[in-house]
């Protein structure tokens, strides 16, 4: 988006789709590599991750930061609504209103669980496996995007590391909030109540004066702990 707007001189609403149509292409490129080549999930994600980060510091160089953004831009990252409602509030209740409903109220989303439990047993049952990982990845890839643009209106700056570490604020995010890590069960408002969680450790680190390095300790501490649980919830469940 910054490369968009500062090198092309594209208006700013275009360069934010063109930073969503790049997250759409990565998210395109998980899909295919793993729905359609067959690539373990984990691998691909983690090859990617390093791929797109390389291709992001070369393409600026590594330390080009664009930044000097239209202040109704600006808004949407760092602006209040009346009340003292934060302005990015509302993307973030419709992303998770969108996705409860396509996880908890569609055939759709039953399928996906269904996946998580058995991709076999799914296809056996008549799920279309390949299509459904191709509509999380590209949906993935959509919602990344949607954030950058977000983040980058935040910060007040578009650079190639933003976001570094961000991977397993999420993860653990998700883990808290009760999805299981073997697939197959998870919910969007327990994955709220997980962002809360951890937002209000990271805001309580920072009013407490304490080091910041702590607060990836207790992130790894947290995500441990609870996948630790989950497992033992599991075995008791299956006893």
Same mark, same amino acid.
């Given at each position: 988006?910054?490369?968009?707007?500062?090198?092309?001189?594209?208006?700013?609403?275009?360069?934010?789709?063109?930073?969503?149509?790049?997250?759409?292409?990565?998210?395109?490129?998980?899909?295919?590599?793993?729905?359609?080549?067959?690539?373990?999930?984990?691998?691909?994600?983690?090859?990617?991750?390093?791929?797109?980060?390389?291709?992001?510091?070369?393409?600026?160089?590594?330390?080009?930061?664009?930044?000097?953004?239209?202040?109704?831009?600006?808004?949407?990252?760092?602006? /209040?609504?009346? #009340?003292? =409602?934060?302005?990015? %509030?509302?993307? @973030?209740?419709?992303? $998770? !209103?969108?996705?409860?409903? &396509?996880?908890?109220?569609?055939?759709?989303?039953?399928?996906?669980?269904?996946?998580?439990?058995?991709?076999?047993?799914?296809?056996?049952?008549?799920?279309?496996?390949?299509?459904?990982?191709?509509?999380?990845?590209?949906?993935?890839?959509?919602?990344?995007?949607?954030?950058?643009?977000?983040?980058?209106?935040?910060?007040?700056?578009?650079?190639?590391?933003?976001?570094?570490?961000?991977?397993?604020?999420?993860?653990?995010?998700?883990?808290?909030?009760?999805?299981?890590?073997? /697939?197959?069960? #998870?919910? =969007?408002?327990?994955? %709220?109540?997980? @962002?809360?969680?951890? $937002? !209000?450790?990271?805001?309580? &680190?920072?009013?407490?004066?304490?080091?910041?390095?702590?607060?990836?300790?207790?992130?790894?501490?947290?995500?441990?702990?609870?996948?630790?649980?989950?497992?033992?919830?599991?075995?008791?469940?299956?006893?």
């Amino acid at each position: 988006m910054g490369w968009a707007a500062r090198e092309l001189g594209l208006p700013m609403a275009l360069a934010a789709l063109v930073a969503v149509g790049a997250g759409l292409l990565g998210g395109g490129l998980n899909a295919l590599l793993v729905a359609r080549l067959g690539i373990p999930p984990l691998i691909v994600t983690l090859g990617t991750l390093s791929l797109f980060r390389g291709l992001a510091e070369g393409w600026t160089g590594g330390v080009r930061n664009y930044t000097d953004f239209p202040e109704g831009f600006l808004f949407m990252g760092q602006g /209040g609504l009346p #009340g003292g =409602v934060p302005a990015q %509030l509302p993307i @973030l209740a419709l992303a $998770a !209103v969108f996705f409860w409903l &396509l996880l908890h109220r569609t055939g759709a989303g039953r399928g996906l669980r269904a996946i998580g439990f058995s991709p076999e047993g799914a296809r056996h049952a008549g799920i279309p496996v390949g299509r459904r990982l191709v509509l999380v990845y590209l949906l993935s890839g959509l919602m990344a995007g949607l954030a950058a643009i977000v983040y980058a209106a935040r910060l007040g700056q578009a650079k190639a590391d933003a976001g570094t570490s961000y991977e397993l604020f999420a993860i653990t995010a998700v883990v808290l909030g009760g999805t299981s890590i073997f /697939g197959g069960r #998870g919910t =969007v408002h327990g994955t %709220l109540l997980g @962002l809360t969680a951890v $937002a !209000v450790l990271q805001n309580g &680190l920072r009013l407490a004066d304490l080091p910041a390095e702590l607060a990836g300790i207790l992130t790894g501490v947290l995500l441990i702990s609870a996948i630790g649980l989950n497992r033992l919830v599991s075995e008791k469940g299956r006893a």
